[in-house]
């Protein structure tokens, strides 16, 4: 069995425009004679790699400890596009890959793909990027995706799987009513 690490470091991690960066203090520190280390986190739940709940666009939706871990845990598909994928391309591989798609590769889920993804029923959605829709306009393909409970992961480090099918886990830090939360995401070769 080979175990990738999908999950970006947090304190390292690429940061959203405007997202204030994980910062960490050390609350107890051993090497100033504490009995142990005991760290204190500052974060924005979308800092690296993170799942977007529904609440994050949707007042009254899902929060994160709602969603169905189901559709975060399963068999997946990674699959590499080299440029921006068109409506074509995208429905070439929405036939044959499993209900979870990673996407390899520089791509942004425009509103025609993320309509065309909701036709295919995909419950989990998993980009490179820090946000699933173009940087410029991202609320409309989150109201797409998140309006029919696909669970948006993003920030994911794909540089080392190759195409193919895996079984993921990318559950979320159970953070009672929160838009989102950190995962640490792996994909298990079987």
């Known amino acids: 069995m080979k175990i990738y690490d999908i999950t970006q470091e947090l304190f390292t991690s690429v940061v959203y425009p405007g997202d204030v960066p994980p910062t960490f203090i050390r609350k107890l520190n051993m090497k100033e004679g504490a009995p142990c280390n005991v760290t204190?986190?500052?974060?924005?739940?979308h800092n690296g790699t993170h799942i977007d709940a529904p609440y994050h666009f949707y007042e009254g939706?899902?929060?994160?400890?709602?969603?169905?871990?189901?559709?975060?845990i399963g068999n997946c598909s990674v699959v590499q596009f080299e440029k921006q994928p068109d409506v074509e391309q995208m429905e070439q591989v929405l036939q044959k890959c499993e209900k979870r798609l990673l996407l390899k590769g520089n791509v942004v889920v425009t509103i025609e793909l993320?309509?065309?993804?909701?036709?295919?029923?995909?419950?989990?959605i998993g980009i490179e990027g820090q946000s699933v829709g173009p940087a410029e306009a991202p609320r409309e393909v989150h109201l797409?995706?998140?309006?029919?409970?696909?669970?948006?992961?993003?920030?994911?480090?794909?540089?080392?799987?190759?195409?193919?099918?895996?079984?993921?886990?990318?559950?979320?830090?159970?953070?009672?009513?929160?838009?989102?939360?950190?995962?640490?995401?792996?994909?298990?070769?079987?």
Request: proline fraction near 3%; glycine fraction near 8%; aromatic fraction near 6%.
């Open 40 to 45: 204190v986190l500052n974060m924005c739940a």
């Open 61 to 72: 939706a899902r929060s994160i400890e709602q969603l169905d871990l189901t559709k975060c």
């Open 114 to 124: 993320a309509k065309l993804m909701n036709e295919y029923n995909l419950e989990l």
């Open 144 to 190: 797409e995706l998140l309006g029919k409970e696909v669970v948006v992961l993003e920030g994911v480090r794909l540089n080392e799987v190759e195409e193919g099918n895996y079984f993921l886990s990318a559950a979320p830090v159970k953070l009672g009513g929160s838009d989102g939360a950190p995962c640490r995401a792996v994909l298990i070769e079987f």
